[in-house]
């Protein structure tokens, strides 16, 4: 008896303690990504789709209109700068890390940078411009340094709380800087607003002065070759050789093209739509900016219930389908006179399908990473996703000008079936976190 009492405690002791999901999302880590998640996601609108209520409302004709609220397209480019994130040191601020250090300086430059915008407004067009591209590459710089702090803060098993914080906190912001923009666009000034988006800065700024910098253990190199080679050559150099060349560009590619349709419907176009089938700002704050960002994080749990249970490809495959063809769904609204209730409908379906393949993409762009070149490598592919649907959003004005709305959205679902087939092409090529 008393040797299987024995045996029993041994294997109790052998055996390891499940993880406590409680504990993953109370650590401090967890509430610390939250406020970064806030941070990264207030930018992102103001210089995009609330950017473009502001610009409609001063006369801004549709093509320009589009154009200019396309400077989200910066986040697109961040793998650009992505290693001096990772390796240049900051004067001044070095002494809080490398990680706060960049997050603290884009933190600032973005609050600073929505007062100016506050401050010259589109009537001086040309400096309003260039001050939101200034915005936009701040809040990109701000994604790539949040992005790093998170992979290097925790380990692989706390990963997942961390980026469901973040990612409340991310859609917080939305609703901030999308509903309740335009909310108050309709009582106030829109100088006022952006202020007032300014100011909301302030609390993510407060959680990085307190956050903890992650002890992470870079590879030191010296003199600029070094440094240039291990930075910038050797993250894309490592992809190619691990992939091969032929599969690697197929690879590029599909990333390229997988969320084209989900993409297609920003760059201000559909505010423009919005007005013009008879709906109120308030409404579209309503509907889109508050109940639509909840649908869409619904999608997001669906997502990843999805990639546990049927794997990380088939779910992939399972959202572009459906994030393209809610994209359909949008042709119900031609000439629909301000009916909420398909508003309502069609913003469910689309939102719920971006979640969805959201989550499934971030899952198959993190299997392609190298751990050596986390950040920079994932900065590329989340470039990537975003570029062609940033060109499309850019154009997207003078292709309606020409074709009409009907015609644009049935092309922008069209335009994932060329990723439908790299898909198949790339399936049995393709083994993910094999880094």
């Not at 001050?131 to 380990?155: K, N, Q, S, W």
């Not at 980026?163 to 909310?183: D, E, P």
């Not at 307190?210 to 070759?225: F, I, K, Y």
């Not at 894309?236 to 992939?243: Q, S, T």
Request: glycine share 10%; charged share 10%; aromatic share 12%.
């Amino acid at each position: 008896m008393s040797s299987a009492k024995s045996t029993l405690s041994a294997a109790s002791e052998a055996a390891p303690a499940k993880p406590s999901v409680w504990a993953a999302f109370a650590q401090p880590s967890a509430w610390t990504m939250f406020m970064f998640g806030f941070a990264s996601g207030l930018p992102f609108l103001l210089v995009s789709g609330t950017l473009a209520y502001w610009l409609k409302d001063q006369g801004i004709p549709r093509a320009q209109l589009t154009q200019i609220a396309s400077a989200g397209v910066t986040y697109a480019l961040k793998f650009l700068w992505s290693p001096l994130v990772d390796r240049v040191r900051l004067p001044g601020l070095g002494r809080l890390g490398q990680r706060r250090s960049w997050l603290l300086a884009a933190q600032l430059v973005v609050m600073a940078g929505l007062f100016a915008m506050a401050w010259i407004t589109p009537n001086r067009l040309l400096p309003f411009i260039l001050v939101t591209v200034v915005v936009a590459v701040a809040g990109a710089t701000l994604d790539i340094a949040v992005d790093a702090y998170r992979i290097e803060i925790a380990p692989v098993q706390d990963q997942g709380a961390l980026m469901a914080t973040y990612s409340l906190g991310y859609r917080i912001a939305l609703i901030l800087t999308g509903a309740l923009a335009l909310v108050l666009a309709d009582h106030l000034q829109w100088t006022l607003v952006y202020c007032v988006m300014a100011l909301a800065m302030l609390m993510p700024m407060v959680a990085c002065l307190r956050a903890r910098e992650p002890l992470a253990h870079r590879l030191q190199t010296r003199g600029w070759s070094a440094g240039l080679r291990e930075g910038v050559t050797e993250p894309f150099a490592d992809f190619f050789r691990r992939f091969g060349t032929l599969t690697g560009l197929v690879i590029v590619l599909f990333v390229l093209l997988f969320k084209i349709s989900d993409q297609a419907l920003g760059g201000g176009i559909m505010a423009d739509f919005y007005l013009g089938a008879g709906f109120t700002k308030t409404e579209i704050a309503t509907v889109s900016k508050v109940f639509g960002i909840w649908v869409g994080m619904a999608g997001a749990f669906m997502g990843g219930i999805a990639v546990v249970r049927w794997g990380v490809e088939r779910s992939l495959l399972l959202g572009i389908i459906l994030a393209a063809a809610t994209n359909l769904l949008y042709v119900l609204l031609v000439g629909a006179d301000g009916n909420v209730v398909k508003l309502t409908l069609v913003i469910s379906g689309e939102n719920l399908a971006g979640g969805f393949l959201g989550t499934a993409g971030v899952a198959y762009l993190s299997g392609l990473v190298n751990l050596r070149h986390t950040a920079t490598q994932y900065a590329m592919f989340s470039s990537l996703v975003m570029l062609s649907g940033k060109v499309l959003g850019y154009w997207s004005g003078h292709i309606v000008n020409r074709i009409g709305f009907t015609e644009y959205f049935v092309m922008s679902a069209a335009a994932a079936l060329p990723a439908i087939g790299l898909y198949f092409w790339l399936r049995p090529r393709v083994r993910l976190g094999e880094a």
